[in-house]
């Protein structure tokens, strides 16, 4: 038996039938320090209690899983130390031994399915990172979108990777990409990209009608929508191209590898923008919290 642990508040939404919505806990655990980490994780929240629907930030603690944090557990585990970091392969041996985990895209998209949550809201998803041909380090997002039937709001894939290898993947996949309001995929801090998108879609309502048709379909796996960064958060691609590549260039160096290499990169852009690329990533989690609100209470609805 599955250890699920629901929050009050998500417990009394699913006894209603209120729309709830995902979110991750490595951005709370591998994002950023306490005490930001925990504050931004509040402002998603209340900004999608604002929208109508009800969070459920997701972590595995003391070999539970958590479907929504109480305020003490929120705050625990944006102090706790040695926190696993959890994606499908691991998830299941960190619950089964007692342990405490933070769950990215792919470990989340399980557990919200499990908690029958058809929304989820995250930053940027992983991908192909650039030199894959060679290191085959593809992340595990990928084929998580094609099998499990969530629909994730994101900014695109994160900006450090290989984006046109990235989306080339997910269409060999065959997971829909929307991208919101625009015709290209956003860039992750950046709202635009080169990269064309293979469909676009206007409303949450048009979103939330496609979620429903996959699944009357059944077709298997979730939805990408690509939701653009606000103009006013942005940082032009123009700016971040050579602050990533000398991250990259460092990290090479220094033989940074597997799960250690995109926490390495954010915190070197993080340092090489002055603090702006922290921002930006707090305002990009934010919008997408308000429109994976809009989605999940048209699906409610």
């Not at 990169?265 to 702006?276: A, K, N, Q, S």
């Amino acid at each position: 038996m599955i250890p699920l642990q629901y929050s009050a508040e998500v417990a009394a939404a699913r006894a209603s039938g209120a729309a709830v919505v995902a979110l991750e806990s490595t951005i709370i655990t591998h994002g950023m320090p306490f005490p930001q980490n925990v504050e931004t994780a509040r402002l998603v929240e209340a900004d999608i209690r604002a929208a109508g629907a009800v969070p459920a930030t997701i972590a595995v603690m003391g070999g539970k899983l958590h479907i929504g944090l109480e305020a003490d557990e929120l705050d625990a585990l944006g102090q706790a130390e040695g926190v696993a970091k959890l994606s499908r392969a691991d998830i299941a041996a960190c619950i089964a031994s007692g342990g405490t985990g933070a769950t990215t895209v792919a470990a989340t998209m399980i557990a919200a399915h499990l908690a029958d949550i058809h929304v989820f809201a995250t930053g940027g998803i992983g991908g192909v990172h650039r030199g894959a041909e060679t290191s085959f380090d593809i992340s595990a997002d990928l084929h998580e979108l094609a099998q499990t039937p969530v629909t994730v709001v994101a900014a695109g894939a994160k900006a450090i990777l290989d984006l046109p290898k990235t989306f080339e993947v997910l269409e060999t996949l065959g997971v829909p990409v929307i991208a919101f309001g625009q015709d290209s995929i956003p860039a992750f801090w950046s709202a635009q990209s080169d990269i064309p998108a293979p469909l676009r879609m206007d409303t949450a309502a048009e979103i939330a009608a496609a979620h429903k048709m996959r699944a009357a379909m059944g077709l298997s796996g979730g939805q990408l929508v690509t939701n653009p960064i606000p103009d006013a958060d942005a940082i032009p691609a123009e700016v971040l191209h050579p602050i990533i590549a000398r991250a990259l260039a460092e990290a090479e160096a220094q033989g940074v590898s597997a799960k250690a290499v995109t926490p390495f990169l954010l915190g070197r852009i993080f340092e090489l923008t002055e603090g702006r690329s922290l921002a930006a990533n707090i305002a990009l989690v934010r919008n997408n919290a308000r429109l994976a609100a809009q989605i999940a209470v048209a699906l409610a609805n």
